[in-house]
């Protein structure tokens, strides 16, 4: 039996874990929150603990999945190459992983990062665009995960790590605009803008697009994260008198509240594509943590399968191979992402 370990189980950690153990795999759950773990302790082996290198050292595993917020992720992930590992790498750090391209080959190891959804799928979307319609004169990626009903407060809850929102809040966003990466303040270039059946929302820049600055051809490449109207004024406006663990406490996750994940790539070049992705979650988790978690599993699997490759790659390396696993672990999902005939 193939076995994967999952290194923190948060929403989607705990998604990862609980899909991929129906799926036959045996997964071993790692986490230093008790109360998490316990929710898993009749679908996989689980080991309480905070992850360091005594314990990534201790363990043996066809795959790790790294979920492990971004702050001490990075960390990890070279300690996973060095022991010559293949890893899904979920987490969101302001380190580049292919700083560590040359260790990864050295150990015989193969990481692929930025394994959700934006980045994640977005990267994939765009290479696709890219053989499709050659040059992008465009390419516009608009994400987010948010409740279905707005509030008279912050319009929001974490669905993944609030420290890694804080961190999307506060990077400075690295686009592309005349065919050069410049860089421009988080937040900035806010537009309102209608999705259907949802109603109004705003979008504002991010520092998303990550390895496509230099893996997708185009003119012009922008990611926006898409939140409530209000929410980033309000955000702008208690930053300062608000602590970190206070905004933690206030994004926190609301299982009885409904929420949804919906992302918009377009790409723009010969021709023109639009890909619309809109989940509401079901019984077996929130929105964001299947529709991201359903992406890491599909690079998981096909890690399982991959032989020879080494070194660090973003997923859009691996170009309409792994964008078919992925669609199709959407669809084993009953994940709906609709591509628009432009």
Wanted: glycine share 8%.
């Amino acid at each position: 039996m193939e076995t994967v370990v999952v290194l923190g189980t948060g929403l989607v950690g705990n998604w990862i874990v609980r899909s991929l153990s129906s799926d036959g795999y045996k997964v071993t759950a790692i986490d230093s929150d008790k109360n998490v773990l316990s929710r898993l302790n009749h679908v996989a082996e689980t080991i309480h603990a905070i992850v360091d290198e005594d314990l990534i050292n201790s363990l043996d595993a066809d795959v790790f999945v790294n979920a492990l917020p971004g702050r001490v992720g990075h960390r990890i992930r070279k300690i996973l190459v060095e022991k010559g590992q293949k890893v899904a790498d979920l987490a969101f750090t302001p380190e580049d992983p292919s700083e560590i391209n040359q260790l990864a080959i050295d150990n015989d190891s193969i990481l692929i990062y930025d394994v959700g959804v934006a980045p994640g799928l977005s990267n994939l979307l765009l290479k696709e665009a890219n053989r499709r319609h050659g040059r992008l004169s465009l390419g516009r990626i608009r994400v987010g995960g948010n409740p279905t009903i707005s509030d008279d407060g912050w319009s929001y809850m974490a669905p993944f790590s609030p420290i890694d929102v804080i961190e999307e809040y506060t990077r400075p966003a690295r686009i592309i605009r005349n065919g050069e990466i410049v860089t421009l303040p988080a937040l900035s270039e806010r537009i309102r803008f209608e999705i259907s059946e949802r109603g109004e929302m705003e979008a504002f820049l991010t520092d998303g697009l990550r390895s496509v600055l230099q893996t997708i051809d185009a003119n012009e490449l922008i990611e926006s994260t898409v939140r409530w109207p209000g929410h980033i004024d309000m955000y702008l406006q208690k930053k300062e008198e608000l602590s970190e663990d206070e905004l933690v406490e206030a994004w926190s996750w609301d299982t009885n509240r409904s929420e949804f994940t919906w992302m918009e790539v377009y790409a723009e070049g010969k021709g023109s594509s639009t890909w619309i992705l809109d989940d509401n979650g079901d019984e077996k988790g929130s929105s964001m943590a299947r529709t991201t978690g359903a992406i890491t599993c599909a690079v998981v699997k096909f890690l399982l399968n991959e032989q020879g490759i080494k070194g660090v790659h973003p997923p859009e390396s691996f170009g309409y191979e792994l964008l078919e696993i992925c669609l199709d672990e959407y669809s084993k999902n009953n994940i709906k992402i609709h591509e628009i005939k432009n």
